[in-house]
C-alpha cells in the first residue's frame, strides 16, 4: 500500500512540472515578442513626422502604406523601421533622429508652416536639416515658449484636451479687473466656439495704468485669452506663454532657441502619461432612507405608511398606507396623529 502511494503522488508531481513548463516558455516568448525591435506602424509614422498617431492610423486604412512591398490596412502591424522599407504615398519614410527644441518666440513671427505672405515662420528660426514643425501655435502678435519637433506622436499628447497639459501665460491688459471679472473668467464665459474657462487666474501686480495677470489653461482655442478678456472689457496688451507643463522658458533671450535638456524631456513624457484628465461625473442624487431619518428629533415628515393586512396594522415609515382585502387592494395617504399640546 505504501508503494502505490509514493507512485501516485509522483506521478502528480510529475503533472504539475508539465503544467507548469508550457508557461515558462509562453512568458519567453511574449518577452522576446517585445525585445525583437519592432513598433507599431502607426508610432513609426508618427516619430517620423509624417503626422500624429490618429492621423496615421487613417492613412493606414486608406491604404496608403506599403512595407516591403506590401499595402497595410490593419492597425497594430508591427515594424522594424531599421530593417524593413516603408512607404507612404508611393515615397519613402525617412527615419529621422528625433530632436527636441524650445524657441522664445518674438512678436511678428507666425506659427504656420506655410504662409503665402512669406513671413517668418517659427521653424525658420530652428537650426537643423531635419523637418520640423511647432507644437501648438500663438497668434503673430504673441511670445514666449513654443515647442519645436518631429516627434508627431508627443506632440499629440501635448496638444490634445484629454492630457490636460498646462500652459501658463503673462498677459499685460489695460485697466485694473475686478476680483469678479476674474472670477467670471475661472468659473467660464461663452464664446463663440462654446463655454470656456481659465483653469486658474490671478493678479501679478499694477503697471501704471495696465495690470499684469497670470492665466492657465489646460486646453487652447484661437485667440483664446484675447477673447476672453475683451468680453470683461479689458484689451490685451501684451501675451507670453511662459511656461508648458513642467517645461519653463527661464532666461531664454527673445528669437533664441536651445535643445531640450534629457531631464525637460523625461519630465515632458511623464507629464503627458500621467495627466489624462478624467470626465467630471455627478453623483446620483440620494433620498433619504426612512431607518436614517426615523431617528431624528426634528422630523417634519406627517405621513407615514401603514398597511392593514388580516385586521393588523403594520407601520412602513414611508408616505402611503394600503389596505388588503379579499380579492382588492386600496391605497390611500395617511397622516400620523399629532400629538396633544401641554397645558
Not at 517585445?34 to 509614422?45: A, E, H, N, P, T
Not at 496608403?64 to 515615397?91: C, S
Not at 472689457?233 to 511662459?242: E, F
Request: hydrophobic share 30%; aromatic share 4%; proline share 5%.
Amino acid at each position: 500500500m505504501a508503494k502505490r502511494k509514493t507512485t501516485s503522488s509522483s506521478k502528480s508531481a510529475d503533472r504539475s512540472a508539465e503544467k507548469s513548463a508550457p508557461k515558462k516558455r509562453s512568458a519567453k516568448k511574449s518577452s522576446a515578442k517585445k525585445d525583437d525591435g519592432k513598433q507599431r506602424l502607426q508610432r513609426v509614422m508618427a516619430s517620423a513626422g509624417v503626422a500624429s498617431r490618429r492621423e496615421c492610423e487613417i492613412i493606414i486604412q486608406e491604404g496608403r502604406v506599403e512595407v516591403d512591398g506590401q499595402i497595410i490596412v490593419k492597425l497594430g502591424y508591427r515594424v522594424d523601421p531599421n530593417k524593413q522599407e516603408i512607404y507612404v504615398d508611393a515615397q519613402k519614410l525617412r527615419i529621422e533622429k528625433l530632436q527636441y527644441f524650445m524657441l522664445n518666440k518674438p512678436p511678428g513671427v507666425v506659427s504656420t508652416a506655410n504662409d503665402p505672405s512669406g513671413r517668418p515662420r517659427v521653424i525658420d528660426l530652428i537650426d537643423t536639416r531635419n523637418r520640423v514643425y511647432n507644437v501648438g501655435r500663438l497668434d503673430q502678435s504673441s511670445e514666449g515658449l513654443i515647442l519645436v519637433t518631429n516627434d508627431g506622436e508627443l506632440a499629440n499628447r501635448l496638444t490634445h484636451p484629454r492630457y490636460g497639459i498646462e500652459k501658463k501665460y503673462h498677459v499685460q491688459v489695460d485697466g485694473q479687473p475686478k476680483p469678479g471679472d476674474l472670477r467670471k473668467l475661472k468659473d467660464g464665459i461663452y464664446i463663440s466656439e462654446g463655454r470656456v474657462r481659465a483653469s486658474n487666474i490671478r493678479f501679478l501686480k499694477k503697471a501704471g495704468t495696465n495690470s499684469w495677470l497670470e492665466i492657465i489653461l489646460d486646453e487652447g482655442r484661437n485667440r483664446e485669452i484675447r477673447r476672453m478678456l475683451a468680453a470683461i472689457g479689458h484689451k490685451v496688451r501684451v501675451l507670453k506663454r511662459v511656461s508648458i507643463g513642467p517645461l519653463k522658458l527661464g532666461e531664454l533671450p527673445k528669437g533664441a532657441h536651445r535643445p531640450l535638456t534629457p531631464q525637460e524631456l523625461r519630465a515632458l513624457t511623464r507629464a503627458t502619461e500621467s495627466t489624462v484628465k478624467k470626465k467630471k461625473t455627478k453623483r446620483p442624487y440620494k433620498k433619504a432612507s426612512a431607518d436614517s431619518t426615523a431617528g431624528t428629533t426634528n422630523q417634519k415628515s406627517t405621513k407615514r405608511k401603514t398597511s392593514y393586512q388580516g385586521g393588523k396594522v403594520t407601520k412602513k415609515g414611508g408616505g402611503k398606507s394600503s389596505v388588503k382585502g379579499a380579492g382588492r387592494r386600496i391605497s390611500r395617504t395617511a397622516k400620523a396623529p399629532r400629538k396633544p399640546r401641554r397645558k
